[in-house]
Each structure stands twice: as C-alpha cells, then as structure tokens.
C-alpha cells in the first residue's frame, strides 16, 4: 500500500461494484478522500462514503455535489465510471433504450462534471477520468447502442480536454476491453450457454481472458495521478490487444 494519492478527494460514480469500486478501494488505500455516487451503495463500505446518486437525473445529481460540498471544498479526481450497457443491433433497439443509454452513458457524464466543476477548479491538479470502452473503437456484434454511445464518450473526453486544458483540469478516458465484471456476469447468465458465451468473449480477446476490474482500475489511477501533468485528452486501451493487434488463426 502507497500513499500516492494522500490528501487527495475524489468522486467516483458506479463506486457500488465493479470497475467503479476497484477504483475506489485503490484510491482509499493510496490516502484518498473518495466519495461513492451510485444509486445502490453496493460494496463501497469502507471503500468510499456513499452519496445516493443517479447520474441519469440532473436533480440527483446536483443533491449528490452539494452533499460533497457539505465535506470538502475540493475534488481532485472526478472518474467517471457510471454507466449501463444494451444489447442488440439496430434492428432491435428501442427509443426507450437509445435514450436510457445514451441518457446515462454520455449525458450522465456531462451532468457530473458539470456539477463538479467548481470542486475541480478549487484543485491544484484536477483530473476527470471517463469509462470508455473498447467498443468506441472495434466494431462488435449485437452492441449497436451500447457502442454508440461509448464513441460518444471518447469524442466527449477529447472535447472536454480542449475545454478544460486552459484551466488545467486534465482529461482522459480508459477504452477496457471485456471486462470480469457484475455487469457482464448478469450478460452471461442471460445467455443460453453461458459457459459457452465466456469462452467466446475470451477468445476474442488476443490474450485469451477477460480484462479484470483491478488492471482498469490500475489505468485510471495513473490517468489521474497528479504527477501525469501533461497526460490530457488521452485514450488508454485496456483491452488485452483486441484494438491493437490482429493474430493469425
């Protein structure tokens, strides 16, 4: 355990599970203040305090700021990690589902870091970290909406840090792969032959496995160590090759 992180406040939205809540608990174990936006506490206790918060509601989301403004008067990390996920192609998407997904997915992380933005500004070395995915860049099948709306994020991170980068808040966001999370277990549990569906999203991945929440989690931290001062409007793959290489079969 480090203390690279010591004295620090952070706000970290999906905190409850997950990639959310690995970032959280490295944050707290590196001296982190962290503070967990998620609408159900999940398994932040002791990782981070947990604020109820919807990012898909801008009420919610403006209680949940002014609840860290009651603590602190400062945010040093924003990640933003909350997000939520469809399946299908376009032939299947709904207007219900393209709004709810691209409501929270993008949206969502406009309404956070706009809430926020007063908290980073008080930094003296802001960092915002958005959840990307790899879908933003590989073209996968039966993730029409969930896609769009992370290549949404990626030309929303890259525009944020053109906006921000006179005022000296950083920008970047992780592309993960595949990731062994909650998220993707309820994905396989749906699916017909979920042993089946594993192997499949392991093997089309070059390493052969699922990324895991700790090494997304990992890329977050150092997008948002302060000492990554000239680290802005950044896209760092985790994703086990997927993006990158192309093997032979």
């Known amino acids: ?5 010591k004295g620090l406040n952070a706000i970290v939205t999906g905190a409850g599970s997950g990639i959310g809540l690995a970032v959280a608990k490295k944050l707290k174990a590196e001296g982190a203040t962290v503070f967990g936006f998620d609408i159900n506490q999940g398994e932040m206790d002791g990782h981070a305090t947990w604020i109820p918060c919807d990012v898909g509601d801008t009420a919610s989301v403006v209680a949940a700021v002014a609840k860290v403004k009651e603590s602190v008067s400062t945010i040093d990390i924003l990640a933003n990690n909350a997000g939520v996920g469809a399946v299908g192609s ?3 998407a709904t207007d219900d589902e393209w709004a709810r997904v691209i409501n929270i997915n993008v949206a969502g992380i406009s309404r956070v870091t706009a809430a926020a933005h007063s908290l980073l500004s008080n930094s003296k070395a802001p960092a915002i970290v958005n959840t990307c995915s790899v879908a933003a860049t590989v073209g996968l099948p039966k ?24 005022e000296g808040i950083r920008v970047n966001c992780v592309n993960p792969g595949t990731a062994d999370t909650p998220w993707v277990a309820r994905l396989l549990a ?12 392991e093997a089309r991945q070059p390493m052969g496995r699922l990324v895991s929440a700790d090494e997304v989690a990992n890329a977050i931290l150092y997008l948002a160590n302060p000492q990554q001062r000239s680290t802005t409007g950044t896209v760092l793959a985790v ?7 192309r093997l032979p079969h």
């Open 143 to 166: 993730r029409a909406v969930y896609s769009a709306s992370k290549g949404a994020v990626m030309s929303l991170t890259l525009a944020m840090a053109a906006d921000f980068v006179k």
């Open 90 to 92: 376009v032939l299947d």
């Open 1 to 5: 355990m480090s203390d690279g992180f």
């Open 239 to 245: 994703d086990g090759g997927m993006d990158g290489l």
């Open 190 to 201: 749906a699916a017909s032959d979920p042993a089946a569906e594993r192997k499949a999203l």
